[in-house]
């Protein structure tokens, strides 16, 4: 009887845990939207995050609703939503790189400020719908009130996060390292690793970015043991936490007014008909993501949908098993509340060979990731 994704997931688990390698085995957690809001509803996904009442963002930022009158989008617009966010962004883009296009009153500097106020309306909608783990005292702190999943997905973080499967780096006996990539702008999965990790301080903090930031909440960056981190947390779409300053990039998960925001708004990648990803933090972490992915066995797709604009993120994902011989003992698992046909149909987006003999195995689950997690404690066997 062929095993479903969560049975092989345990199993194969158990036994990387058992064995004594030279050399880690990569697992990487490929995360969407689906993937926090599995950790909490509030979190949005798909549309919900791009789609403002009037009152809301134009109240948020009138400097924003006088500029989109200016360039000629319809001022009796109720909402901002989805559609006409990714209509927005595209043509700021389109304004910033082809000068002789712009209405006579739009320059460089207009075009820094209407980018800087999206950036902040999306934090805004996301923390008043959603508010983040707080950190207090160095710690973040996570509601872990209230649901069977929420226990699942912490037990299963604490097992990946276990001393006895961790990185390889800090000895041959260790053979597992687990790394994640994630398109999302908050920072549940810091909040949860540092959990799973009660007896560090910083755990997340040793997840390597891709990038070295010059500070982390304000203290030095290079702590001991920032060159041997124990795995990596990649944010192809930026993050809440990411704060370019004159200094350099931050990371800071510290609680920001309106003002400190609106001045030095995240590093997040904006949904657009026509994505660049031409900044610098962005540049820097493309090659590491690809690396990570070529060598990793295992990848773990959750709450992912593959939206149409994500192009470029389809093909980094393909970089796990770019021909049907990359997929030779890879194994993909998707985790997704859409059915499986709808799963395989999505996967086949990033891997055309996908069903080919000796091919990339691909394991589809229906369900949330905490039933997932739940699903593959009950075959752990460490």
Same mark, same amino acid.
């Given at each position: ?32 939207? /689906? ?182 909440? /304000? ?164």
């Amino acid at each position: 009887m062929e095993l479903d994704s969560a049975a092989w997931f345990g199993k194969a688990f158990s036994e990387l845990c058992r064995k004594q390698r030279s050399a880690a085995t990569t697992i990487t957690f490929v995360l969407g939207a /689906g993937f926090s809001n599995s950790w909490d509803p509030r979190y949005p996904t798909g549309a919900a995050l791009f789609n403002l009442a009037h009152d809301d963002w134009t109240a948020w930022s009138p400097i924003l609703a006088e500029f989109l009158t200016m360039i000629g989008f319809p001022a009796e617009r109720t909402t901002l939503d989805r559609e006409l966010f990714l209509d927005i962004v595209y043509q700021v883009g389109m304004l910033r790189k082809y000068p002789p296009i712009r209405n006579r009153f739009v320059d460089d500097s207009c075009l820094d400020a209407i980018e800087r106020e999206l950036r902040y309306i999306v934090y805004r909608k996301f923390n008043d719908t959603a508010p983040p783990p707080k950190m207090l005292d160095g710690r973040f702190r996570l509601d872990t009130t209230g649901s069977p999943e929420k226990d699942a997905i912490l037990s299963l973080f604490s097992v990946l996060m276990h001393p006895s499967c961790a990185n390889a780096a800090h000895g041959p006996e260790r053979a597992l390292q687990v790394s994640f990539v994630t398109t999302n702008y908050d920072f549940v999965i810091e909040a949860l690793v540092d959990s799973a990790n009660p007896q560090e301080r910083h755990a997340s903090r040793r997840l390597y970015r891709g990038i070295t930031p010059v500070s982390w909440c /304000g203290e030095d960056a290079l702590i001991a043991g920032h060159l041997r981190p124990s795995g990596n947390l990649l944010k192809v779409n930026g993050g809440f936490d990411l704060v370019m300053t004159h200094e350099g990039l931050q990371i800071d998960y510290r609680e920001r007014d309106d003002e400190a925001v609106r001045r030095h708004p995240p590093q997040i990648m904006l949904p657009s008909r026509a994505q660049d990803y031409d900044q610098p933090y962005f540049q820097a972490l493309f090659p590491k993501a690809v690396r990570l992915l070529q060598e990793s066995r295992v990848v773990v797709l959750v709450g992912y949908g593959f939206p149409e604009e994500d192009a470029l993120l389809r093909l980094l994902l393909r970089q796990f098993a770019e021909a049907p011989a990359d997929g030779r003992q890879r194994v993909l698992h998707y985790v997704d509340l859409a059915d499986e046909r709808t799963q395989l149909v999505r996967a086949r987006r990033a891997f055309p060979h996908l069903g080919r003999d000796g091919g990339l195995v691909v394991k589809p689950f229906e369900g949330s990731f905490g039933q997932w997690c739940k699903d593959v404690l009950k075959n752990l066997s460490i």
